[in-house]
């Protein structure tokens, strides 16, 4: 059957969603709680909120989210915001060849321009910052590698709004050149031109034009619409003059973005640091990012812990084209990476799980063989899986485990690899576990204080083994318990009937000859006649003559008293066998 698909807004009130899911605005209202949204009925919340409580709530529909027409315009950068979106600052980037003076004009511009921070200046370097030119903020990125803007343009984001190809006037295009500009165009950025060296003899700005002509690039005042500036970085000349056009062009492609929705943008840098862990450095594109908000970038989880500039200014705040700094992550996230923000810790932790679910199911899918899609077939529903996750020391590790667990599987229960690593056990896999249900499989490693005590409080269990067949052993082990258990039921005795005393509704008492083994009470009978079983009866007492008996063997003649659950019309020579089942695991 096909799930119902409902549309939801980005933003949708409690009331309009309990509408929309035919449900209570109580039920909808107490399902939020649980999940640690305090909302009222007309609070707004957000689609991925709406789409972990459809799940919580085990609906059977699909959210699919609606894409704002009426209200909404298409900003410039192809992104759709909401009619009332505020302008927000151009993120540029500067690219070009090498030595044509890219990290000079950057620097010629911090030098005058840069936001300064309280503590004053900037020594380090950094990924990204802000400048303020005529009262206006322009965000720079810093030029990173080719590769590193290809990995932003598969996550399919676009970061820069407009790319500075800077070009040494007594050198012209060079190959690296026509690669900025091409990835400028890919990007669908707005490019403009700085003609950089001015100052130096050689330099021969018309050849240069003519060259960007060739490719494509015709500048205005040969009729064409590249902006070109000419500056030299070294002298400070034509610096102010780039940034007014930096600003032309922002302003005609009236960049916009949403502030109301929840905090979203991109993971620009991240690497770890002693006494602060994991780092960050977070490019907002929409909404307003806060100290405590709960987000996650790629799949990693974090409550941003300290909001700063990149220049180490701490904030509380930060909108749309703001680089940050953040900490609190629980691991690394990925260059490129998206992040986005939820209302509570629970949704984000939640997220970050499925996140990581999705993307080892992605893995599973592209290294499904043809075995594994057999097996996926051959699957019924009474498959039993035991999720695990499998950290190991190196790849090779986890290749041979892996594999060695695929040869568990049978028909009735099989392993599910959620997710399996090189690397310690992180807090990541920590909250993994707990929202896939796993349980997690150290090799060749150690686990930290830290992470066993997570465990405990998170009651996740962590196995760790050094030689690999007990590992398998163990899982097999797991995998044996939920292989359903074999019931044998033991035949203790067997009465013939010779006689009915008394029949009622609920009870039968009669008379016979133990043939075979003994009858005690309480006891579990089954009632046969001729070959026909007709029906389960319990053994509530016995009597030889007039005395309560407590066991009956071969030869007694006895009155047996029977419990039935509907009424049981006895006639002789029916037999009474009195069994006992006996429920034994199964191996595998
Ligand atoms: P990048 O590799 O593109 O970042 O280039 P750099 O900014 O490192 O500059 C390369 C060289 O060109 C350095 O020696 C700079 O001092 C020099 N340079 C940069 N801009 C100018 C300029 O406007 N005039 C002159 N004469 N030299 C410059």
């Given at each position: ?178 690669e900025a500009i091409r990835f400028a165009q890919n990007a669908k950025s707005k490019i403009l031109v700085a003609i950089n ?221 959620v997710s399996s690593s090189a690397g310690q056990v992180v807090e990541n896999d920590i909250y993994l576990a707990k929202s ?153």
């Amino acid at each position: 059957m096909t799930k119902s698909q409902i549309e939801l807004d980005e933003l949708v009130t409690v009331g309009t969603l309990a509408d929309k899911l035919l449900i209570p605005v109580s039920t909808l209202i107490m399902e939020l709680m649980k999940n640690g949204v305090l909302a009222t009925v007309n609070e707004k919340i957000d689609f991925d909120t709406a789409q972990i409580i459809v799940t919580e709530l085990g609906l059977d529909i699909e959210l699919i989210k609606k894409v704002r027409q009426t209200e909404t315009i298409r900003s410039k950068k192809d992104q759709i915001v909401g009619e009332h979106a505020p302008t927000r600052p151009p993120v540029v980037a500067v690219m070009g060849h090498v030595d044509h003076g890219k990290t000079s004009i950057l620097d010629a511009i911090r030098s005058s321009n840069v936001v300064k921070s309280e503590s004053g200046g900037i020594t380090q370097h950094i990924s990204a910052y802000q400048v303020k030119h005529n009262n206006r903020i322009i965000t720079f990125l810093d030029t990173p590698g080719h590769e590193a803007f290809a990995a932003i343009r598969e996550h399919g984001a676009q970061l820069t709004d407009i790319v500075i190809i800077v070009i040494a006037a007594d050198d012209g295009v060079k190959p690296q050149t026509i690669e900025a500009i091409r990835f400028a165009q890919n990007a669908k950025s707005k490019i403009l031109v700085a003609i950089n060296k001015i100052d130096k003899e050689g330099a021969d700005v018309n050849r240069i034009k003519q060259q960007l002509s060739e490719n494509g690039l015709t500048p205005e005042e040969w009729g064409g619409d590249t902006v070109i500036c000419e500056v030299s970085a070294k002298n400070n000349i034509g610096i102010d003059k780039l940034l007014d056009m930096v600003l032309l062009l922002a302003d005609i492609e009236e960049l916009r973005a949403d502030i109301d929705v929840p905090a979203r943008g991109l993971v620009i840098e991240s690497h770890i640091e002693t006494g602060r862990g994991p780092v960050a450095r977070l490019l907002v594109e929409a909404g307003i990012l806060k100290t405590g908000d709960y987000i996650v970038a790629g799949s990693i989880y974090a409550k941003i812990k300290t909001l700063q500039t990149t220049d180490n200014q701490t904030i509380q705040e930060a909108g749309p084209s703001t680089p940050v700094t953040i900490t609190g992550l629980k691991a690394l996230p990925e260059f490129g990476d998206q992040f986005i923000s939820y209302k509570t810790e629970k949704i984000a932790k939640e997220e970050a799980s499925r996140r990581l679910i999705n993307s080892s199911k992605n893995d599973t899918k592209m290294n499904l063989g043809s075995t594994d899609l057999i097996r996926l077939i051959n699957r019924n529903n009474s498959l039993k899986e035991l999720n695990v996750i499998i950290k190991a020391d190196v790849m090779g590790s986890i290749t041979s485990v892996v594999d060695s667990l695929k040869g568990l599987d049978n028909n009735e229960v099989a392993v599910r690899v959620v997710s399996s690593s090189a690397g310690q056990v992180v807090e990541n896999d920590i909250y993994l576990a707990k929202s896939s249900n796993s349980i997690i499989y150290g090799f060749n490693i150690d686990i930290s204080k830290h992470i066993k005590d997570l465990a405990r409080r998170e009651k996740i269990e962590i196995k760790t083994y050094k030689i690999i067949y007990e590992l398998i052993d163990d899982v097999k082990d797991k995998l044996s318990d939920l292989l359903a258990p074999e019931i044998t039921e033991i035949m203790l005795g067997k009465l013939i009937i010779k006689g009915i005393f008394k029949t009622t509704a609920h009870e039968v008492i009669c008379g016979g000859e133990v043939v075979e083994g003994k009858l005690s009470f309480p006891a579990t009978a089954r009632i046969i006649r001729g070959k026909e079983e007709l029906s389960e009866v319990n053994i509530v007492n016995l009597k030889k003559g007039t005395v309560d008996a407590k066991e009956v063997i071969v030869g007694d003649m006895c009155g047996v008293s029977l419990k039935t659950d509907q009424k049981l019309v006895l006639e002789e020579n029916d037999q009474l066998v009195a069994f006992r089942r006996e429920v034994v695991a199964r191996k595998l």
